[in-house]
């Protein structure tokens, strides 16, 4: 059940002066349209201390709001951090993913330490069970050159701490014993740590590339921080499970994000636990009773009310056990979205000659009442072309590249200004005098490829398209023909574990003519690169000790040179003739073009403006564009 508001609106300024968290326990905040409730959690973070925590009910939810919270921040010292939830179902056979319990613990580590950061937590994941602060807090190894550490001391404390042993450290939570060498990947740090001992000394801890299992000279640290790479007890009955609620102090604000979604997201996890533990008992499995590893909906309810809770709600009610309500009336943008789709739908014979038009008179409207106006676009690049379309129409906004929301916001202008970064969408804050747009509330939603992921399609390009160059040796399969730089052409047979002088490390074993071996340790992978010749089933391995390949290279060289000279003179004549020159783009092409629904790479912009610009010149175009699909 919620109650309406009976409130006048408020600015936010006037809401925070009042001070009502100091005379009601439940408080909600309503008519909070768009990403005003990032906003709003802004401003308290700036005038509060301590940590802030944010429940939601999706981790979807938890993800955009952190997202424009981040876009909002005026400080970005302070750290923020996603509380996620199990990727898996209760009671899964299937661990979690690490990059989650990374997550998690990195979120507990922040509240023992207490960093006064800000932690936006979906209410599933605020159910389950964790590490007791106690228990957390003798799980965390510190590291420091110089000083003696007993190594079978390390190694029992990583088997403890939920870290798996393994050949090569390649995710996270993986641990690796080689000689003086012990490399781990902790829940702390983005990379993996390289510690390397003598005896028991600690002489050096560096960072690593996984890929390439390289150290990175400049990741040297002087003092590290290992975690427990589980959120969870091994054995629940000598370490009781506790809950999120208990790293707190007991004098924070809550801040609930859409009430009673949260509430009936609560009651219908309870039910799931319940559920899926009973089809756990069914099937024979020993398994924990869901009170050790779950809170329920009710208990959630019980340890909310230990705190001063306030509800943000984008509609005009708020749940009905708040003490008093407050309303914002931060005006969406729907009207404005509407409109654009209704002329994109309309035919031909239409009033206004394109949607952009609908765009430029609410510009108008806002201005012409004094109010700023910001537009947020992705991309540098995509802000660029927003401003080249705008001063087709003789609008000219202010482009700030490098200048944050709230920077520009203090400066008090009353114009147009365009700037970088993520945000979910916009809203109309008519008290504070300002407005903003998101650019996919303009164009439409873009369908972007996270970042993480593009990185990882980006070291795996070269096998997907056959490419030489190997950014690791997973890349090779047993059997694979290699070139390397120095010895010629041979044949992958594997990875071989090799203890040399009593140093442990991991070879490539590389085979030549008459079964002749060379062993390659992984961290000089960039001396070969893989055979792209053919099918190599007629392939010819070099010998090792002999001048054949040499002599190969030296005549490569030259045949790459005899047919540079004939592309040198080909290309010397194609500028003799002429082709059609295309007319400059013009405002419908640009306006097609920024509302095209996929977010461009980097490299998808380069070829489209290089064609662009080679569709202007007179002279022919010769250009061949490959892409992966």
């Not at 403890?160 to 060498?181: K, L, N, P, T, W």
């Not at 609560?266 to 899926?276: C, N, T």
């Not at 537009?375 to 927003?386: C, D």
């Not at 629904?597 to 010149?617: C, F, H, K, L, S």
Request: net charge negative; charged share 30%.
């Amino acid at each position: 059940m919620a109650i309406a508001i009976k409130e006048n609106s408020h600015s936010l300024d006037s809401w925070f002066k009042s001070e009502p968290w100091r005379k009601w326990k439940r408080i909600g905040l309503t008519r909070l349209a768009g990403s005003s409730k990032a906003y709003l959690l802004s401003q308290w973070k700036e005038k509060g201390k301590g940590p802030l925590l944010v429940i939601v009910p999706h981790l979807r939810s938890a993800e955009i709001l952190l997202e424009d919270l981040r876009f909002f921040m005026k400080d970005l010292e302070v750290p923020t951090f996603l509380y996620p939830q199990w990727e898996t179902l209760p009671y899964d056979d299937i661990p979690p993913h690490p990059e989650i319990i990374k997550e998690r613990v990195r979120v507990l580590f922040s509240l023992l330490k207490d960093e006064e950061g800000v932690i936006v937590s979906s209410i599933k994941a605020l159910m389950q069970k964790v590490l007791a602060p106690k228990d957390l807090k003798e799980s965390v190894f510190f590291l420091s050159v110089g000083e003696e550490i007993e190594r079978e001391q390390l190694i029992h404390f990583l088997h403890e701490g939920g870290y798996a042993s393994a050949r090569i450290v390649e995710e996270r939570g993986d641990f690796s014993v080689r000689g003086a060498i012990i490399d781990v990947y902790t829940p702390f740090y983005e990379e993996p740590l390289r510690l390397e001992f003598d005896g028991d000394q600690l002489e050096s801890i560096r960072c690593f590339e996984i890929g390439t299992q390289r150290s990175l000279p400049q990741r040297v640290m002087e003092n590290a921080i290992l975690l427990p790479a589980r959120d969870v007890s091994k054995d629940f009955s000598a370490q009781p499970l506790k809950t999120l609620f208990e790293y707190l102090k007991g004098n924070e604000v809550i801040f609930i994000e859409e009430g009673d979604e949260v509430e009936k997201e609560a009651e219908v996890f309870s039910r799931l636990v319940k559920e899926r533990y009973e089809k756990a008992l069914l099937k024979g499995r020993s398994v924990p009773p869901p009170e050790i590893a779950y809170l329920n909906n009710e208990e959630v309810s019980l340890c909310l009310k230990r705190y001063q809770t306030v509800f943000l709600q984008g509609g005009p009610l708020a749940p009905a056990t708040c003490q008093q309500v407050f309303s914002f009336d931060m005006g969406t943008h729907e009207n404005l979205q509407r409109e654009m789709k209704a002329v994109l739908s309309a035919k031909t014979d239409s009033q206004e000659p394109s949607p952009f038009s609908i765009l430029l008179k609410n510009l108008r409207d806002w201005q012409g009442k004094g109010m700023g106006v910001f537009i947020v676009s992705h991309t540098q690049g995509q802000a660029e072309r927003l401003r080249d379309l705008l001063s087709q129409y003789g609008v000219e906004p202010r482009l700030e590249k490098t200048k944050r929301f709230r920077e520009v916001l203090d400066l008090s202008e009353k114009a147009l200004i365009l700037l970088v970064g993520s945000l979910s969408s916009g809203f109309r804050n008519p008290r504070e005098g300002w407005v903003i747009l998101a650019e996919e509330e303009i164009f439409g939603e873009r369908r972007r490829l996270p970042e993480r992921k593009i990185r990882t399609s980006l070291a795996s390009a070269s096998w997907q398209r056959g490419g030489p160059t190997l950014s690791s040796y997973n890349e090779l399969r047993e059997d694979d023909f290699i070139v390397h730089i120095d010895y010629g052409v041979g044949r992958y047979r594997g990875l071989k574990h090799l203890k040399i002088w009593g140093v442990s490390n991991d070879y490539l074993l590389l085979e030549y003519q008459n079964g002749d071996k060379l062993y390659l340790p992984v961290d000089r992978l960039n001396l070969i690169q893989r055979y792209i010749g053919g099918d190599g089933r007629s392939l010819r391995l070099d010998k090792l000790g002999s001048h054949s390949w040499q002599r190969a290279k030296k005549k490569a060289k030259a045949a790459v040179s005899e047919m540079v000279k004939e592309l040198l003179d080909l290309y010397a004549a194609r500028q003799v003739f002429e082709g059609f020159q295309f007319p400059p783009l013009d405002q419908f092409y640009k306006e097609f073009e920024a509302s095209f629904e996929y977010e461009e790479t980097p490299d998808q912009v380069q070829a489209i403006e290089e064609v662009m610009r080679d569709m202007g010149n007179s002279k022919p175009m010769d250009r061949l564009i490959c892409g992966d699909v």
